[in-house]
């Protein structure tokens, strides 16, 4: 078998090929774009099996680096980290990545940008790749800002419209924020330790010669990049925005693969952050608040991608509340089994947005009989996410609650358990309005391509099935793979008739209050209570930051614009402006006549006659003409 | 009396004066020139005493002279000509009539 480390170089190289070769050759050439693209992700993704194959049957860590530029005593490398995380994660990402890009072979048919596209989603791939297979902190930085990139790039696809590029712009600046932390972080702690090489870092900050809390500061600012990639509260306000995208995009970037690079990155780093036990409470705390903050707002939207994009944030609050609380396994657990249920989620939307023609699900309703792919894959996943046994998230979530009660913690326990209720709630909400109930009258949908509906059948097996990795009946399954250490996972019948029961109970609720699909005019026009307001306005986030940014960043800048236009622009005009009328000046002295030139010729040779005569006695000091110059 | 070579450089710079001076004030162009050559001599009378004066007397300075000489001989030349170039095309023969180099 050919080497490991030439595959996984080969895997993240793929789709970056594509993407050279499509602006190179395929530019304005869909089906050429398209072709490319799509091959060098299906290689990509028969690689990254066969690489976890490996790893399956002799898990090992390896790593494969070259000098890359020495800065002095500080030589950075450049290389990548091959092991079951990274072979995990590029499975994940090849896997989806696949899938959507097949899928978008429909969704984005007849687009004038759909070359462009695939190049996109190309260059996205290998980012996420090189994020993952990243050994030190320079390569995760640069793929963490690459993806960010891909991000804003796809989010603002459709430019030409308003929203979609403001909503570009503000992914790209809210990320920022968090960003900035981690690169402080990152240079803190890499110049702490002399390397930025993930292994040696843990190492030094495991050895236990920094205090702990420095410790804890540094961790907290990597966190931070956490928080703002993975829609964290409270730098979460751009993932909702970033759903005017194309559907696709959201499916693959927004809610399986670039938004949980955040809880990748955790993972990727467990060793660093398991030394500050406060550090991980922050986690823990942040995640679980996330969560059901994230999942309360759901509650009341009425677009189907924002509901979405919120579920996607509180899930990820799910992995980070894992992480936190020590369930390494559990966290990445759920990020696989939600790659899958919610790529799925985001798909079908997409087919019921094509359908219909619009996000708002009050005005779908009754979609079930004419989509029957869509709506049967579509209740897979939602049972999916809710919970419920034996679906993939079923074992997940459930191995989350135990970590969390393991952990000895009552509050955050309950707040998960809360979680699990009302994202049955909300997520059963918008399966009732969308494919219950009654057609709208002037509706005529129609089900999606094959070529969109398989990619769906594909997801909602995986949906249904992935939990078996993490069922006590095949072995110690995923976790066996990640940490060698963990325990053959047991099923706790406590958890499981909680947590399904608070689910059935959520679904339950939801079925009495929207089961008739679409609500009725009358219910439509009626006034909503003020905590419904509280919900649909996503607690007043936004109209908060807004205000805080005219009120204190506009005055800033106001007094910056003042000083600018002001002083310094005025220091630049005082200089212009006395160059110019002092020629002015000068020229009125000189009439154009050789005896007037002549005159100040002589007055001229007479000054510096004059002024050597002065040095030559000494009266200038020694410094004009030079040591002795004067006196010879 | 003794003529050292304090008598020939005061004279020297007697006649560098008046030259200069005339140079400045004379209006007629051809006054101006004649002033140069004044100022020529000054510098001539300068260097041939100098000349006489090293420590071992040689003809270098005499030499220098005769060069300035020539170079002077070449300035009139030049200067006549343009002054009558500008005569045949504006009948003006004043310096400060002359305002070519401005506009």
């Known amino acids: 078998m050919a080497d490991p480390v030439v595959l996984a170089l080969a895997v993240p190289l793929c789709p970056l090929a594509a993407f050279g070769l499509t602006w190179l050759l395929a530019r304005g050439r869909p089906a050429a774009g398209a072709a490319l693209?799509?091959?060098?992700?299906?290689?990509?993704f028969l690689l990254a099996v066969v690489l976890l194959w490996g790893q399956v049957h002799a898990p090992g860590t390896i790593q494969a680096d070259i000098p890359w530029m020495p800065l002095g005593r500080l030589?950075?490398?450049?290389?990548?980290?091959?092991?079951?995380?990274?072979?995990?994660?590029?499975?994940?990402?090849?896997?989806?990545?696949?899938?959507?890009?097949?899928?978008?072979?429909?969704?984005?048919?007849?687009?004038?940008?759909?070359?462009?596209?695939?190049?996109?989603?190309?260059?996205?791939?290998?980012?996420?790749?090189?994020?993952?297979?990243?050994?030190?902190?320079?390569?995760l930085y640069m793929a963490w800002e690459l993806v960010g990139l891909c991000s804003y790039l796809l989010i603002g696809f459709w430019y030409e419209k308003p929203e979609a590029a403001r909503a570009a712009k503000k992914a790209f600046v809210v990320t920022r924020v968090g960003d900035l932390g981690f690169l402080v972080g990152i240079l803190v702690l890499s110049l702490m330790a002399g390397t930025f090489d993930f292994a040696a870092v843990a190492r030094f900050i495991?050895?236990?010669?920094?205090?702990?809390?420095?410790?804890?500061?540094v961790?907290?600012?990597?966190?931070?990049?956490?928080?703002?990639?993975?829609?964290?509260?409270?730098?979460?306000?751009?993932?909702?925005?970033?759903?005017?995208?194309?559907?696709?995009?959201?499916?693959?970037?927004?809610?399986?693969?670039?938004?949980?690079?955040g809880v990748f990155m955790v993972a990727r780093l467990y060793g660093i952050f398991q030394a500050s036990a406060d550090a991980l409470r922050v986690v823990a705390g942040l995640g679980?608040?996330?969560?059901?903050?994230?999942?309360?707002?759901?509650?009341?939207?009425?677009?189907?991608?924002r509901i979405l994009a919120y579920s996607t944030i509180s899930q990820l609050g799910y992995m980070m509340l894992a992480l936190g609380v020590?369930?390494?396994?559990?966290?990445?657990?759920?990020?696989?089994?939600?790659?899958?249920?919610?790529?799925?989620?985001?798909?079908?939307?997409?087919?019921?947005?094509?359908?219909?023609?619009?996000?708002?699900?009050?005005?779908?309703?009754?979609?079930?009989r004419r989509m029957p792919v869509t709506a049967v894959t579509f209740a897979v996943a939602v049972l999916a996410i809710a919970g419920i046994f034996p679906l993939s998230g079923f074992w997940s979530k459930d191995e989350i609650l135990e970590a969390v009660r393991a952990g000895g913690h009552?509050?955050?326990?309950?707040?998960?358990?809360g979680t699990v209720f009302l994202t049955a709630v909300y997520m059963s909400r918008l399966y009732f309005r969308v494919f219950a109930g009654t057609l709208r009258k002037d509706a005529s949908p129609h089900e999606s391509p094959a070529v969109m509906t398989v990619p769906l059948l594909i997801l909602a097996l995986f949906a249904a099935g992935l939990g078996i990795l993490g069922s006590p009946w095949v072995g110690r399954g995923i976790h066996g793979l990640l940490d060698p250490s963990a325990p053959r996972p047991v099923l706790d019948i406590g958890i499981l008739v909680l947590s399904n029961g608070l689910a059935a109970a959520g679904i339950l609720l939801s079925l009495v209050l929207f089961g008739r699909g679409r609500a009725s005019e009358a219910a439509q026009g009626r006034r909503p209570g003020p905590l419904y307001s509280l919900l649909a306005h996503k607690f007043y986030i936004d109209e908060l930051y807004l205000l805080l940014i005219r009120a204190l960043f506009f005055s800033l800048t106001a007094a910056v614009a003042w000083f600018d236009r002001h002083v310094v622009d005025g220091t630049v005009n005082l200089v212009g402006g006395a160059s110019k009328n002092g020629g002015e000046l000068l020229r009125r002295t000189l009439a154009g006549k050789v005896q007037g030139y002549a005159l100040i010729i002589t007055c001229g040779v007479l000054a510096a006659l004059a002024l050597l005569f002065a040095a030559s006695l000494g009266l200038l000091g020694p410094w004009l003409l030079g040591p002795g110059g004067a006196g010879r | 009396m003794n003529v050292t070579l304090t008598h020939y450089l005061v004279l020297a710079a007697l006649?560098?004066?008046?030259?200069?001076?005339?140079?400045?004030?004379?209006?007629?162009?051809?006054?101006?020139?004649?002033?140069?050559?004044?100022?020529?001599?000054?510098?001539?009378?300068?260097?041939?005493?100098?000349?006489?004066f090293r420590p071992q007397p040689d003809a270098v300075g005499q030499l220098f002279a005769l060069f300035v000489i020539a170079a002077a001989a070449a300035e009139s030349v030049l200067g006549l000509a343009i002054i009558l170039a500008i005569y045949r095309r504006r009948l003006i023969v004043n310096a400060d009539e002359m305002d070519l180099m401005k506009n």
């Open chain 1, 326 to 368: 020590g369930g390494y396994g559990a966290g990445l657990f759920h990020l696989t089994t939600h790659a899958a249920f919610k790529t799925l989620l985001f798909l079908g939307a997409g087919c019921v947005i094509h359908a219909v023609g619009t996000n708002d699900i009050r005005q779908m309703g009754g979609l079930g």
């Open chain 1, 206 to 217: 495991g050895a236990g010669s920094v205090p702990q809390g420095q410790v804890t500061l």
């Open chain 1, 37 to 44: 693209s799509l091959s060098a992700i299906a290689l990509s």
């Open chain 1, 288 to 305: 679980a608040f996330t969560a059901v903050f994230a999942a309360a707002i759901a509650l009341a939207q009425d677009d189907i991608k």
């Open chain 1, 410 to 417: 009552p509050v955050l326990y309950v707040i998960a358990l």
């Open chain 1, 75 to 139: 030589v950075i490398r450049m290389g990548i980290l091959l092991d079951p995380l990274s072979a995990l994660m590029m499975v994940i990402v090849t896997g989806v990545s696949l899938l959507v890009q097949v899928y978008s072979l429909g969704y984005m048919r007849g687009d004038p940008g759909f070359a462009r596209f695939f190049s996109y989603l190309s260059l996205f791939s290998f980012s996420m790749l090189a994020l993952v297979l990243a050994d030190n902190f320079i390569l």
């Open chain 1, 219 to 261: 961790v907290l600012l990597l966190f931070c990049g956490a928080v703002g990639k993975s829609g964290q509260f409270p730098l979460h306000v751009w993932l909702p925005d970033a759903m005017e995208g194309p559907t696709p995009v959201s499916a693959l970037i927004h809610s399986a693969t670039m938004v949980a690079a």
């Open chain 2, 15 to 52: 006649l560098f004066c008046l030259g200069v001076y005339g140079a400045i004030t004379r209006k007629n162009a051809i006054g101006i020139l004649m002033a140069l050559e004044l100022v020529f001599n000054a510098v001539n009378l300068t260097l041939v005493a100098a000349g006489r």
